[in-house]
């Protein structure tokens, strides 16, 4: 698994993603969308 930051639409996500083997192809599988990363610095946790 790792994190990984795609760019839509002028914005960055932030995604992590697990990546496995099918039929002899390597396919990632998104398993959690965190979300814009602007909004994830100014998130007050």
């Known amino acids: 698994m790792f994190l990984k930051i ?3 639409g002028g914005y ?3 995604k992590i993603v697990h990546n496995y083997r099918e039929n002899g192809k390597i ?3 998104v ?3 965190l979300g ?3 909004e994830l610095k100014n998130d007050p946790i």
């Open 31 to 33: 398993l959690l969308n």
């Open 6 to 8: 795609t760019k839509a």
């Open 36 to 38: 814009r990363i602007d």
């Open 12 to 14: 960055e996500y932030a």
């Open 27 to 29: 396919k990632q599988k």
